[in-house]
């Protein structure tokens, strides 16, 4: 992964983790996908996570400023990249409104 891929915004979506999850877990065939995640955000490592899918699909769970040594934007969020011929989604949970 190269950090310069991830600084393209044409490459990154912002997404809310509830909206964008149940789409992913549908597509990659990863059926506890949402659980594994926040796991991995409860629990960072400094290295990615990849997680295999049921339908031939691969992704990798990762946080940008653990790995890179340049801070990205919302870089302390999860990511999942799934290659670079697919977009990487930046998961954030939006702010609670009172």
Do not use: H
């Not at 190269?2 to 490459?11: G, L």
């Not at 594994?36 to 629990?43: T, V």
């Not at 946080?63 to 870089?75: A, H, Q, S, V």
């Amino acid at each position: 992964m190269n950090i310069n891929w991830f600084k393209n915004q044409d490459n990154i979506v912002y997404a809310e983790l509830d909206k964008v999850v149940p789409l992913l877990s549908k597509e990659t065939g990863i059926f506890d996908l949402e659980k594994k995640i926040k796991s991995f955000q409860d629990n960072p490592t400094t290295e990615d996570t990849t997680l295999r899918g049921t339908k031939r699909v691969s992704l990798k769970l990762f946080i940008p400023n653990l790995i890179f040594d340049e801070k990205l934007e919302m870089g302390d969020n999860v990511w999942v990249f799934m290659g670079e011929t697919r977009e990487c989604y930046c998961l954030y949970t939006p702010w609670e409104t009172v």
